[in-house]
């Protein structure tokens, strides 16, 4: 059974750092492209970060949005077949539920959600001022 498990998520202050995973099982993660998105109340759902090993992240092995983009690190762990997302320097409006989202092919527009294939259930990421 192919499944994606987000966690790591939690409460901090601004200023704070938080390490969200994504656990992948019945697929070889480092195969597909992986991306995070994240769904604040109200807004619509948004491509924070991308990764690929075949440079599937709209030519590119990571990419990331304008809003987090030298404050957010995406990694993997091939033994481990999981996905991180290191978010640093974390702002109220980074407040979201965090999901990942797993594709077999390389993307022309990673940050297109419809894309994907394969979801987590999401993590709650709230962060105060």
């Known amino acids: 059974e192919v499944q994606l498990v987000e966690s790591g998520g939690g409460l901090v202050q601004a200023g704070g750092s938080l390490r969200l995973s994504c656990a992948a099982s019945?697929?070889?993660?480092?195969?597909?492209?992986l991306g995070w998105f994240r769904q604040a109340p109200g807004k619509e759902r948004e491509g924070v970060s991308c990764i690929s090993l075949s440079d599937g992240c709209s030519g590119s092995s990571t990419n990331y949005s304008d809003s987090v983009k030298g404050r957010f690190t995406i990694s993997s762990d091939n033994a481990k077949n999981t996905a991180y997302l290191q978010m640093n320097s974390l702002k109220p409006e980074d407040t979201a539920v965090y999901s990942c989202?797993?594709?077999?092919w390389g993307l022309g527009d990673w940050t297109r959600a419809g894309a994907y294939d394969y979801w987590g259930q999401g993590t709650q990421v709230t962060v105060s001022s």
């Open positions: 989202a797993a594709v077999y």
């Open positions: 019945g697929f070889a993660l480092h195969k597909y492209t």
